[in-house]
């Protein structure tokens, strides 16, 4: 979290800059390679607004992959955040070999700096979630049930993902024959089908 936490406030800064460029701010040195020193073109100030945009998705992104908030779905930002760190290291790299002085000597270590910590979010484990429904075990393990079935006892759909760490003794429950079933909130790790929980789960109601 604190990796994500540096990360978006470099992004913040990065917002800033081009919010200043975009109004006419006479920087234009330290931005699109420095061929327009002092305040930039129309043009140029259009996509220093639009790389805002780009940025602000970024470092949702990132907070998502951390677990800080929870906007996309894990599976989009695990994969988002590698896309994002190979945007950045190219970016070091345009930065390293821009024709502009005061952009090689000013944004290349602000680029270098966001694409190691876009490498350590990326390499982080999969952002803690919150969950909150019905458990249920036939037999085979518990799951947590995305769609349930009306019937006694109840029945969750196939594609209701798969949980480990869950301990049924230590939790109030419903059983009928071999079917054990309640419905919790709890944390966890989601990683494709698999939910790992982390702590005790309480009762909804």
């Known amino acids: 979290m604190i990796a994500a936490i540096a990360f978006v406030t470099l992004i913040g800064l990065l917002v800033l800059f081009q919010l200043s460029l975009a109004f006419g701010a006479p920087w234009g040195r330290f931005a699109w390679g420095g061929q327009h020193p002092g305040v930039l073109?129309?043009?140029y100030r259009i996509?220093?607004?639009?790389?805002i945009l780009i940025y602000g998705f970024i470092a949702l992104l990132a907070l998502d992959r951390a677990g800080v908030i929870d906007v996309f779905p894990n599976a989009f930002s695990t994969v988002g955040i590698w896309v994002v760190f190979g945007y950045l290291t190219l970016g070091v790299v345009m930065n390293?070999?821009?024709?502009?002085k005061p952009e090689r000597y000013a944004m290349t270590p602000v680029a270098?700096?966001?694409s190691?910590?876009?490498l350590l979010i990326a390499l982080s484990g999969p952002a803690e979630e919150s969950f909150a429904g019905m458990v249920l075990d036939d037999?085979?393990?518990?799951?947590?049930?995305?769609?349930?079935?009306?019937?006694?006892?109840?029945?969750?759909?196939?594609?209701?993902?798969s949980i480990t760490g869950w301990d049924w003794?230590?939790?109030?429950?419903?059983q009928s024959q071999t079917i054990r079933w309640?419905?919790?909130r709890f944390s966890g790790e989601r990683e494709g089908n698999t939910i790992s929980i982390s702590g005790s789960p309480s009762p909804l109601h």
């Open 139 to 161: 037999g085979d393990g518990p799951v947590f049930c995305t769609t349930i079935m009306e019937s006694y006892p109840p029945q969750c759909g196939a594609d209701s993902p």
């Open 41 to 43: 073109p129309f043009g």
């Open 182 to 184: 309640g419905e919790y």
């Open 47 to 51: 996509a220093s607004g639009v790389s």
């Open 169 to 174: 003794p230590a939790v109030e429950h419903e």
């Open 112 to 114: 270098l700096a966001l």
């Open 96 to 100: 390293a070999i821009s024709r502009s």
């Open 116 to 118: 190691l910590l876009a």
